[in-house]
């Protein structure tokens, strides 16, 4: 096979960054080691930076084989090796300064120097955030990612949590925002003032929320700075349960330029432990207790802990609780309560009442003050309509006063929540109830 010919053949074959030199003749291969190093990334740069994360990103290096990967230091440690020139780096501590570097590699592990150092800083938990557009976007959106029915995402806020909450929504109330910030953002919260470009003129609105990168699903709550109906209260505690409650509220809290609204931070059934508080649903599969991520069930929780204050410091606030239910052909289209039997001297339930039929006079009604006879899905268990009534235990014991100050509002769906239609006629109502 041509054992003889005297011509001298190089092949240069490439494996594992090892060298072949292949010659005339039947010697065995020399194998030459690959010792060249990548060249040192340049220009590493940091942008994008937030309270928890920064993106990196750097010019790429050359090598006389290939760059394999990156390798990226934070404080000294490599900690990622991307093959790409960019990262994103996640789960930072707020306030706290970080040294990023980066070093590239080749396939036969040559690595080579480092790259300029770069210093970030994130940003500190008391940084009031902004935002512009259209709140029902914003807040939407919050709403739409909410945690489903399982999972345990919803937790118990501990004492000392409730503590900081408390200081938290005061401050807000009192337009102390620069301390409400920096209280909220102990708790894995943040505020951000979202200016809405909708309105006209526009309004300015802070929005308590749960940071991107914290797990405590305990609800967002937004304040107008600037209400036109400064003792109006939307809430919506099942706004993953009982369809486009949650939107429904957010609607109608702007289209009113409503003092305050209230809306859960995960389905009712979320998490799998039982509420201590009185009462039973099957809203979560066969009749049980109440789950303590149903919000209109419990009272250890944000949602309890912002209507006991908003309660307390404006006088003659009313909290207007919108709900969903499946309609029985015995049903009406609405069943509203104040949480008790008794009348109150200023029925807020009957302004509605009349007020909405105004808007679609095809609505039929049960009122459990007055249909006394009636009782389906009357929110006598709700420990928010309990706290308002003045319960002596809110948790366990049903009101039997009224202050008048809150209206359970059980909605069927094609009539008032379905779609904007809808949710312009309730909103409508609540505007002339409310003038």
């Known amino acids: ?22 010659s005339s003749g039947d010697s065995e291969p020399e194998i030459v080691t690959d010792k060249i190093a990548p060249s040192v990334p340049a220009n590493l740069t940091g942008s994008n930076t937030t309270q928890t994360s920064v993106d990196l990103s750097w010019s790429a290096s050359t090598d006389n084989i290939g760059v394999a990967s990156y390798l990226v230091f934070k404080d000294n440690v490599a900690f990622s090796s991307p093959s790409s020139t960019s990262l994103s780096v996640s789960n930072l501590t707020a306030n706290t300064s970080y040294s990023f570097k980066v070093r590239a590699k080749d396939a036969a592990g040559n690595e080579s120097g480092f790259s300029n150092i770069i210093t970030i800083t994130t940003q500190a938990n008391n940084v009031l955030l902004t935002s512009s557009g259209n709140l029902e976007t914003y807040v939407g959106n919050i709403i739409d990612n909410a945690p489903g029915n399982s999972g345990n995402n919803y937790s118990d806020p501990s004492s000392s949590q409730l503590d900081s909450w408390n200081i938290t929504i005061n401050d807000i109330l009192q337009n102390n925002i620069a301390n409400a910030v920096t209280k909220a953002g102990e708790l894995g919260y943040q505020i951000t003032e979202f200016t809405d470009t909708t309105i006209t003129p526009s309004q300015i ?13 305990w609800g967002t709550y937004v304040f107008s700075k600037t209400p036109e109906r400064a003792n109006l209260v939307l809430m919506a505690p099942h706004s993953k349960y009982d369809t486009n409650t949650g939107k429904q509220a957010l609607f109608c809290f702007k289209n009113n330029l409503a003092k305050a609204l209230l809306i859960n931070g995960t389905h009712r059934c979320n998490n799998s432990s039982a509420s201590s508080c009185s009462g039973t649903t099957s809203a979560c599969g066969s009749s049980a207790a109440f789950r303590v991520s149903d919000m209109a069930h419990t009272t250890t929780s944000m949602f309890q802990k912002t209507t006991d204050i908003l309660f307390n410091k404006i006088s003659n606030s009313v909290f207007i609780q919108l709900h969903g239910f499946g309609k029985k052909s015995s049903d009406p289209y609405v069943i509203m309560s104040n949480g008790t039997r008794e009348t109150p001297a200023v029925d807020y339930a009957v302004k509605i009442k009349d007020a909405l039929l105004l808007e679609d006079n095809s609505l039929t009604f049960k009122i459990a003050h007055l249909d006394t006879s009636w009782t389906r899905l009357i929110g006598f268990t709700n420990t928010q309509g309990r706290l308002i009534n003045s319960s002596p235990n809110p948790c366990s014991t049903s009101s039997t006063s009224t202050t008048g100050r809150f209206i359970h509002i059980e909605q069927e769906k094609t009539k008032l929540r379905e779609d904007v239609n809808g949710w312009t006629k309730m909103s409508d109502a609540l505007k002339k109830a409310f003038n």
Do not use: A, H, P, R
């Open 1 to 22: 096979m041509m054992k003889n010919l005297k011509i001298t053949i190089l092949c240069l074959t490439i494996f594992l960054g090892l060298f072949y030199n292949c």
């Open 205 to 217: 609105f802070y929005v308590l929320e749960k940071k991107s990168s914290q797990s405590n699903y």
